[in-house]
């Protein structure tokens, strides 16, 4: 089992969808989760860590189960710059190897 | 303020040369870290420098791959030998400190071996 898994994809959805990314983790030690995106490319850069509480930023919101081991990023009302790839992204106990998932690549379609 | 940097931005070499890459973390950032991205995977750790020193390079594939940070800012990533395997974008980021910052990733270097 690969330690961070994701969604396959790609997804391609119209302007104003709403969209929503999942993503399991192995290793039950994982302190931090993240989301990070990345355009084509470009280098990644961090969208939003995610809190067991859940969080919210904007359209963005991001869910963590550490029962399940399973995270979840929501994007409401896609706009047409949120066409990137997105990463799940697991820091594995060790609080400074970053684990990444393989990405999910998104199309907002006008 | 100046991001990370990496040099050069592209890399084609032949088989079995050597390479060097190199990075400039952000000023004061004392964690650095070198991850590779083959084409439709995520990121992969190599290596981890905290300050002058590696502190984990368990990411590193192989004897051939080495890096170092000899006064605690730029660090270099030197593949020996190289295969074509070895092509992909190898991204350095740094991190003000160890424990649960964020990491900021420079634009990679694409290294392509022919």
């Known amino acids: 089992r690969k330690e961070v898994e994701q969604d396959p994809g790609p997804f391609n959805v119209p302007e104003g969808a709403t969209v929503a990314f999942n993503c399991t983790y192995s290793n039950s030690a994982s302190q931090s989760f993240f989301w990070y995106r990345q355009d084509c490319r470009k280098e990644p850069k961090l969208l939003m860590s995610v809190y067991s509480s859940g969080n919210e930023d904007g359209r963005f919101t991001a869910q963590l189960n550490r029962a399940s081991q399973y995270i979840s990023l929501l994007i409401r009302d896609s706009k047409l710059s949120d066409s990137a790839t997105y990463l799940c992204?697991?820091?594995?106990?060790?609080?400074?190897?970053?684990?990444f998932g393989k990405g999910t690549l998104l199309t907002v379609n006008p | 303020g100046a991001g990370v940097s990496q040099t050069p931005s592209n890399k084609v070499t032949e088989k079995g040369k050597y390479v060097e890459l190199r990075c400039d973390p952000i000023?004061?950032?004392?964690?650095l870290y070198w991850y590779r991205q083959s084409l439709g995977q995520g990121p992969e750790f190599l290596i981890y420098?905290?300050?002058?020193?590696?502190?984990?390079d368990s990411g590193l594939p192989n004897d051939r791959f080495f890096a170092v940070r000899p006064e605690g800012s730029v660090s270099t990533l030197k593949i020996q030998r190289t295969e074509r395997g070895d092509s992909a974008v190898y991204l350095c980021a740094s991190s003000p400190t160890l424990v649960g910052n964020e990491q900021f990733f420079g634009p990679g270097t694409r290294l392509t071996v022919l």
């Open positions: 420098f905290q300050g002058t020193g590696a502190a984990d």
């Open positions: 000023s004061g950032h004392t964690a």
């Open positions: 992204v697991v820091n594995g106990g060790s609080n400074y190897k970053l684990t």
